[in-house]
Every structure is written in structure tokens, then in C-alpha cells.
């Protein structure tokens, strides 16, 4: 039987490492925005009588894992759901200006939802694409273009990084490039997800 809930090491790794590099009030805005992504996750699936099964915390973020839903439709609904409770909490907090929280929470909000959104696997993004594209062409090749988007995106945001890195603008883009690189060897190739 899975467990419910589950931390990786991956995970405490990477909350880690955003704690050394930009401190605790980045990390408490990191885990309050993955926590109202998932939290939409989680109404949308219940709206459509499936019930979350278990909760894991590993490398690619707050991961839910559900049952019951039935239909395409209610699937991409559910996959929609987090990035638009992001996108509404991030909204809110925008107009708090004076608060340099509600600001870093109106920054990560934005910046998380549109990295997820990307139509790369393991993201909410690639999986409303793959569930689009599997319906319409079938899983084999819907699998073989998945896996082709992820390495074109992870190389595009891996070059855009090296160039953000060149000009001194962070380091964030080429990890994000790398990482996607990195996932669409291990996930989308064996569809573990799936």
C-alpha cells in the first residue's frame, strides 16, 4: 500500500537550496504557492468524484495522486485547476504593493504557474497536452512527440539560461532547461506517469 504521504530527499534537497540562495521568506513563498496550485488540484478532483490518493513532495514539486476521473474533459479541467488557483492567488496578492511579501508571492505565483504551464512532462502544461494529443493520435506517438517537445523546450530554456547567466541575470532558466532535460530521459521516456 502507497503511502499517503511521502517527502523525497530530492525535495528537502531543493527546499535547501532555495533557503541558501535567497533565504526563508523564498522558500515560505515557494511552499505557500505550491500549496494553493495543488489546493485547486485537489477541488477540481473532487468536483468530479475522484479522490486524491496520495501526496508526495520529491524533486518536481508537490505531486498529487488521484483516482475516479473519468472523462478527458474532467482530466484537463483538474489539470487546469492548480495553475489557475495560482494564477487567481498571485492576481490577489498583486494588490498588495506595500507588502514586499504579497510581492514575492505575487512573483513566484506567476513565475511557478507559467513553468508549469509549459507543454514539457512531468508539468500540468505537458500533461494537458498529452492527454489532448493521446485521444486524437494514440499513446505510442503521442508519446514520441511529448518526449520531443520536453527536449526542444529543455533546450531552449538551457540556452536562454546560459545566456541569462552570461549576463549576470541568475541561474534559474538553465537550471529550469536542465531539469526538464534531465526528466524527459527518466519520465516521459518509460511514461512512469502515465
Not at 525535495?11 to 513563498?29: D, H, T
Not at 511579501?101 to 508539468?123: C, E, K, Q, R, S
Request: a positive charge.
Amino acid at each position: 500500500m502507497k503511502r499517503r504521504f511521502s517527502i523525497s530527499p530530492w525535495a528537502v534537497l531543493l527546499m535547501a537550496a532555495v533557503y541558501f540562495a535567497v533565504g526563508i521568506k523564498a522558500v515560505l513563498a515557494v511552499l505557500i504557492s505550491v500549496v494553493i496550485h495543488e489546493l485547486g488540484h485537489s477541488a477540481a478532483i473532487k468536483l468530479f468524484g475522484g479522490k486524491v490518493v496520495s501526496v508526495r513532495f520529491d524533486s518536481s514539486g508537490l505531486c498529487m495522486d488521484s483516482n475516479g476521473i473519468e472523462s478527458a474533459v474532467g482530466e484537463l479541467i483538474v489539470l487546469a485547476s492548480g495553475p489557475a488557483a495560482g494564477l487567481i492567488f498571485a492576481a490577489i496578492c498583486s494588490h498588495y504593493p506595500e507588502n514586499g511579501f504579497a510581492v514575492l508571492l505575487t512573483a513566484v505565483g506567476f513565475v511557478l504557474t507559467a513553468y508549469n504551464l509549459l507543454p514539457v512532462y512531468p508539468l500540468d502544461g505537458g500533461r494537458m497536452v498529452y492527454t489532448v494529443l493521446s485521444g486524437c493520435i494514440g499513446r505510442k506517438k503521442c508519446a514520441d512527440i511529448m518526449y520531443l517537445i520536453g527536449i526542444v523546450t529543455g533546450t531552449i530554456l538551457a540556452v536562454c539560461g546560459l545566456l541569462s547567466l552570461a549576463k549576470d541575470y541568475g541561474t534559474a532558466l538553465l537550471i529550469a532547461g536542465v531539469w526538464l532535460l534531465i526528466a524527459q530521459t527518466g519520465i516521459v521516456k518509460s511514461m512512469r506517469l502515465l
